[in-house]
């Protein structure tokens, strides 16, 4: 699907949120430009996500360390994440940061056609059930995975796109929707970008608005 066709139906469905969208907002990249991620790349960082975001919430960090460099999910991290969780006096304004990663796993749950996505809901609370239990290989659960089509993708890329942006500036203009949580939404266009191949890797996808 060209990005004009993929913009229509974001149009649409903000018609039928009667939310405000933005007619001069950027185009997404043609798939041409893209370089998508495999199945087994998103299950990886999406369980590498989870780990990390399970330390947040108060796992042992350095059980979750063994656990990602056991199963060789460390690389998975950004740097920005390794130090986090080799930080004894991570501050809880980090913590509660990355925290908002379930979202970006939900997204890649979504994607994996592991769950539904509702971008007005927060993640499910059943999220972690749908991936292998923590301490257990995931080997098997990665090598397995596979991807929703592009298509299906990229379009939920480009209503992520101009749901952010109407986030931002519904937050910059004191008007926010309330059924629009900036932190969900930008977390989750992060992990649509990045699925999609805007960048190769995690820390490098922009989200601009």
């Given at each position: 699907?060209?990005?004009?066709?993929?913009?229509?139906?974001?149009?649409?469905?903000?018609?039928?949120?009667?939310?405000?969208?933005?007619?001069?907002?950027?185009?997404?990249?043609?798939?041409?430009?893209?370089?998508?991620?495999?199945?087994?790349?998103?299950?990886?960082?999406?369980?590498?996500a989870?780990?990390?975001?399970?330390?947040?919430?108060?796992?042992?960090?350095?059980?979750?360390?063994?656990d990602?460099?056991?199963?060789?999910?460390?690389?998975?991290?950004?740097?920005?994440?390794?130090?986090?969780?080799?930080?004894?006096?991570?501050?809880?304004?980090?913590?509660?940061?990355?925290?908002?990663?379930?979202?970006?796993?939900?997204?890649?749950?979504?994607?994996?056609?592991?769950?539904?996505?509702?971008?007005?809901?927060?993640?499910?609370?059943?999220?972690?059930?749908?991936?292998?239990?923590?301490?257990?290989?995931?080997?098997?659960f990665?090598?397995?995975?596979?991807?929703?089509?592009?298509?299906?993708?990229?379009?939920?890329?480009?209503t992520?796109?101009m749901?952010?942006?109407?986030?931002?500036?519904?937050?910059?203009?004191?008007?926010?929707?309330?059924?629009?949580?900036?932190?969900?939404?930008?977390?989750?266009?992060?992990?649509?970008?990045?699925?999609?191949?805007?960048?190769?890797?995690?820390?490098?996808?922009?989200?601009?608005?």
């Amino acid at each position: 699907m060209e990005p004009i066709n993929l913009r229509e139906v974001t149009f649409r469905r903000f018609a039928s949120w009667r939310l405000k969208a933005n007619e001069n907002l950027p185009f997404v990249e043609s798939l041409d430009d893209l370089r998508p991620k495999s199945g087994a790349e998103v299950a990886a960082r999406a369980i590498a996500a989870g780990y990390l975001a399970a330390f947040c919430f108060s796992a042992p960090a350095e059980k979750v360390r063994n656990d990602l460099s056991r199963f060789a999910l460390w690389e998975q991290l950004t740097i920005d994440e390794q130090s986090l969780l080799s930080n004894q006096d991570a501050s809880d304004q980090s913590k509660a940061f990355h925290s908002w990663l379930v979202e970006s796993i939900q997204f890649m749950a979504w994607s994996l056609s592991l769950v539904p996505l509702d971008h007005f809901a927060p993640c499910s609370e059943a999220l972690v059930s749908h991936f292998p239990k923590p301490s257990t290989d995931p080997g098997p659960f990665i090598a397995n995975a596979s991807l929703r089509q592009i298509d299906e993708l990229l379009q939920e890329a480009d209503t992520l796109y101009m749901l952010h942006w109407c986030a931002v500036e519904g937050n910059l203009g004191g008007q926010s929707d309330s059924r629009l949580n900036l932190p969900r939404i930008s977390f989750r266009r992060h992990a649509a970008d990045w699925v999609v191949g805007v960048a190769e890797a995690w820390a490098d996808v922009p989200l601009d608005t």
